[in-house]
């Protein structure tokens, strides 16, 4: 029973395009986010989604955009792909009745821009 | 913002041996959460252990357990009998119990522990 997934693991792509990365969670939890893990492992926060609104919304290029078409699922679509845009992107989820205070990851997607 | 410091970017451990990895942190507010994560090579971020600011008592869970000084803002991880499954990336993370913050986590940088056999 998966409590985070998010498709697809691997992703490997063109400068310029745009793809996106889905996030889905069946633990009840009502705040979803999207992290960015760069090659030094640092873990750096973009964006926070309580019941399907933002609230979190960090200093990222407005080619980044997230989508919570419900409080199971939060998607990042990412425009005009760049070279610094490699990384690993977590999604995660806590919150809500179900999940209380801890923060559980998905398994990361592994973007590769060339 | 909180800030959450690691200030050992790499660590090593003989098997069977005991590490503590430090951990600080920077708040002004007096009821909040703290975490250990730990990523292995895999990348899935794990939970290792988890201590609520208003309990005296440190949390253990089997092999790992905490040294949590709040007036220090000190939050380190202890690993007894180190095994070849603890090499990983450990982060060290911050919640607050405030509802206008949106539930936000701050994660330290990071240490890299070896377990050497």
């Known amino acids: 029973d998966t409590a985070v997934s998010q498709t697809p693991k691997y992703l490997v792509t063109q400068m310029g395009n745009d793809k996106s990365i889905k996030c889905e969670q069946n633990?009840?939890?009502?705040?979803m986010y999207w992290y960015k893990q760069d090659s030094k492992k640092f873990l750096k926060i973009m964006f926070s989604y309580n019941n399907k609104e933002l609230i979190i919304n960090e200093t990222v290029p407005n080619r980044f955009s997230p989508k919570s078409p419900d409080k199971a699922h939060l998607n990042l679509h990412i425009n005009s792909l760049e070279l610094g845009d490699s990384a690993v992107y977590f999604c995660?989820?806590?919150?809500?009745?179900?999940?209380?205070?801890?923060?559980?990851f998905g398994p990361g997607t592994r973007l590769t821009v060339l | 913002a909180q800030t959450v410091t690691q200030s050992q970017p790499e660590m090593s451990v003989q098997e069977a041996e005991t590490v503590t990895l430090s951990c600080t942190y920077d708040?002004?507010?007096?009821?909040?959460?703290l975490f250990w994560y730990k990523q292995p090579p895999s990348r899935q971020m794990i939970l290792v252990i988890r201590q609520e600011a208003y309990k005296q008592q440190n949390a253990t869970e089997n092999r790992f357990s905490v040294n949590f000084q709040k007036a220090a803002k000190s939050f380190s991880l202890k690993i007894s009998d180190s095994q070849l499954g603890d090499a990983a990336m450990y982060f060290c993370?911050?919640?607050?119990?405030?509802?206008?913050?949106?539930?936000?986590?701050?994660f330290g940088t990071g240490t890299s522990l070896t377990v050497i056999p």
């Open positions: 633990l009840g939890h009502d705040t």
């Open positions: 993370a911050y919640r607050s119990v405030l509802l206008n913050t949106g539930n936000q986590f701050y």
């Open positions: 708040t002004s507010e007096s009821d909040y959460y």
């Open positions: 995660a989820s806590s919150g809500g009745l179900a999940g209380g205070v801890t923060q559980y």
